[in-house]
């Protein structure tokens, strides 16, 4: 993931690992997150989604804009190492 726009409060997927929750998940480079567990990445900010996003077994819901279209993706975390 990586900030992006003038105020990097946009959050764009920039590459996704083979075996990895995100791959399960169906993300792709180039995806944004837009919503996070019902709020805005943009509200919860870079250190706050990478919290998020190590909470080993939980499942996190999101909304990306691919194409031009929202889409909701559920995130089953898990512990990489």
């Known amino acids: 993931m990586r900030g992006a726009g003038d105020k990097f409060d946009r959050f764009k997927i920039f ?3 083979d075996g990895t ?3 399960a998940a169906g993300l792709f ?3 944004e997150i837009k ?3 019902g709020r805005a990445a943009a509200e919860i900010g870079w250190e706050g989604l990478r919290r998020i996003f190590q909470r080993d077994g939980k499942d ?3 909304e ?3 194409g031009g279209k ?3 993706v559920i995130l ?3 512990r990489l190492v």
């Open 29 to 31: 480079p180039g995806d």
């Open 60 to 62: 996190v819901k999101l």
């Open 76 to 78: 089953k975390l898990r």
């Open 70 to 72: 929202i889409l909701p």
């Open 15 to 17: 590459y996704v690992a």
């Open 64 to 66: 990306i804009s691919r």
């Open 35 to 37: 919503i996070v567990d």
């Open 21 to 23: 929750p995100a791959r």
